[in-house]
C-alpha cells in the first residue's frame, strides 16, 4: 500500500503540467528528461505523453541505443504565424517552408521550435534526427552536407523510400549528384527545393541500401562529415569501392527508377 502510494506520488511528480511562461507558450509538459512548452495545457499534455516515445523510435532507426542524458525542449505554437514570429525574434532567418525547426543550442539546451498541425509526429521525429546527428556524430551543424542533413531526417521520418523514388522517377527535371553534394543553402525555388529534400532522401537511402551493414553507412559518416573528407574518398574508405561520380549517378538514377526502394 505505502510503495503504491509512493509510486503514485512520484509519478505526479514526475509527470505534470503546470503553468510556466516560456516565449509566451503558457503551459508545459515534463517528465524529468523532455520539456514541453504550448499555447495550451491540452496539447502540452497530448505531445507531452508521446514526446519520449518519439524519441525511442528516432534513436533506434538511427541504430543507436540511447547512451545520452541530454534534456530537450520542444516548443509547440498554435499557429503558423505565432512559430515565424518566434523565429524573427531569435533572428533565425525562416525560409517559407518551414514548419518545425531544430534549434541546437537555444539558451544552452538542443530545442524543436514547431507548430501544431497534422504532421507533427513526423516532424517531430526529423528534428530529432537533426539534434541527434550532431551528438552521434560529435561535430558543429555547420560541419553536416546539407543533403546529408536533410535526407538523413527525411529516411529516419518517412515509412519509406518508395514514394519518393516514384516521384523522382518521373520528374522532368533532376539536380545533378555534384551540385547536389556541393549546395550550402536551400534552393528558393519551390520545386527545386521540394526536388533537392526528395533527392537527398533517395540518396541516403541508396547509399544504406548499398551497405553490407549499418557499420558500413556509419564508418562513410565519419570519413565524411567528422573527417571532412570528399564524397568519393569517404566512399572508398567506408565501402571499399572506387567509385566515379558520374557512374555512381547512373547506378543511383537506375535504383530510383526501379521505385520500389531496393538496391540489388
Ligand atoms: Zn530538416
New binding site residues.
Given amino acids: 500500500m505505502k510503495l503504491s502510494l509512493i509510486l503514485i506520488f512520484s509519478i505526479l511528480l514526475n509527470f505534470k503540467v503546470f503553468s510556466q511562461t516560456q516565449d509566451n507558450l503558457k503551459a508545459r509538459f515534463y517528465d524529468g528528461r523532455f520539456l514541453v512548452y504550448a499555447s495550451n495545457y491540452k496539447i502540452a499534455e497530448e505531445v507531452g505523453y508521446k514526446i519520449r516515445e518519439i524519441y525511442n523510435k528516432t534513436i533506434k532507426k538511427l541504430g543507436y541505443v540511447d547512451a545520452y542524458k541530454t534534456q530537450y525542449q520542444i516548443f509547440i505554437w498554435q499557429n503558423k504565424d505565432e512559430l515565424l514570429k518566434f523565429l524573427e525574434k531569435i533572428k533565425l532567418k525562416n525560409p517559407e517552408q518551414i514548419s518545425a525547426v ?1 534549434l541546437y543550442d537555444y539558451k544552452e539546451i538542443p530545442t524543436i521550435a514547431c507548430y501544431y498541425n497534422e504532421r507533427l509526429i513526423e516532424e517531430l521525429q ?2 530529432f534526427t ?1 539534434l541527434l546527428i550532431v551528438q552521434i556524430l560529435d561535430v558543429s551543424p555547420k560541419e553536416i552536407p546539407l543533403w546529408l ?2 535526407g538523413l ?1 527525411m529516411y529516419i521520418s518517412k515509412d519509406s523510400v518508395i514514394n519518393t523514388n516514384n516521384f523522382l522517377k518521373n520528374s522532368p527535371s533532376f539536380i545533378e549528384l555534384s551540385k547536389l553534394l556541393d549546395l550550402d543553402d536551400y534552393p528558393k525555388d519551390k520545386k527545386e527545393r521540394d526536388l533537392f529534400y526528395l533527392e537527398s532522401h533517395s540518396l541516403v537511402n541508396f547509399l544504406i541500401d548499398k551497405a553490407k551493414n549499418r557499420e558500413v553507412f556509419m564508418s562513410f559518416l565519419r570519413w565524411y562529415v567528422k573527417k571532412g573528407y570528399p564524397f568519393k574518398k569517404a566512399y572508398l574508405y567506408s565501402y571499399n569501392i572506387e567509385i566515379n561520380l558520374e557512374k555512381f549517378q547512373e547506378e543511383w538514377r537506375s535504383y530510383i527508377k526501379k521505385g520500389d526502394g531496393y538496391g540489388d
Wanted: proline share 0%; net charge negative.
Fill in positions: 531544430a526529423h528534428e537533426h542533413n536533410e531526417a
